[in-house]
């Protein structure tokens, strides 16, 4: 039987660190272009940014800690790059209505990530520092990027206000 009762205050012993980083951008250029009545292009960039530390220590003397100590390290980076190109002409000829769009898009996401989590550390001065545990428990390298590529085409005509048609292709 265990007699040993947990400690109410024992998250006061852990060590924890845990920060998120961000940055986010997005970028607008749009221009019509003179010598082409109703001809326009509009380009989009964006781009995100996060990284995230997640560290902690469960000491050696703590019920969790288990006797050994156990240490959890987790880095992770993602990102997200967007630029979207487009070009519009729009023009009228009496009762006729004529709308083209072009779209070509291209975006990459990706995953960067680094966990470790050791145990059975000799002192608990170092914490999640001490590089030398007893005994790996978890090590995951990963490393994810994905790439994507879009097309997109669209014609509208309209005849007389009241007779729309519309083609699309992607």
């Keep these: 039987e265990n007699t040993q009762k947990a400690n109410p205050l024992e998250n006061l012993l852990y060590s924890d660190r845990n920060r998120t980083y961000g940055a986010n951008t997005i970028h607008n250029l749009k221009v019509d272009i003179p010598y082409v009545k109703g001809l326009s292009y509009k380009m989009t960039v964006s781009a995100q940014y996060t990284a995230k530390e997640k560290y902690n220590y469960k000491p050696r003397t703590s019920q969790k800690g288990e006797n050994k100590g156990i240490a959890t390290m987790d880095d992770a980076t993602n990102y997200a790059l967007l630029m979207?190109?487009?070009?519009?002409?729009?023009?009228?000829?009496?009762?006729?209505?004529?709308?083209?769009?072009?779209?070509?898009?291209?975006?990459?996401?990706?995953?960067?990530?680094?966990?470790?989590?050791?145990?059975?550390?000799?002192?608990?001065?170092?914490?999640?520092?001490?590089?030398?545990?007893?005994?790996?428990l978890v090590d995951i390298d990963k490393d994810d990027k994905e790439v994507i590529l879009s097309q997109m085409f669209r014609a509208n005509y309209t005849f007389d206000d009241r007779f729309p048609f519309t083609f699309s292709i992607r």
């Design 84 to 136: 979207e190109n487009m070009v519009n002409y729009q023009r009228t000829f009496g009762k006729h209505l004529i709308h083209l769009t072009a779209v070509y898009g291209w975006e990459e996401k990706g995953t960067k990530q680094k966990k470790t989590i050791g145990s059975d550390y000799a002192d608990d001065n170092l914490t999640w520092h001490n590089k030398q545990p007893g005994s790996l």
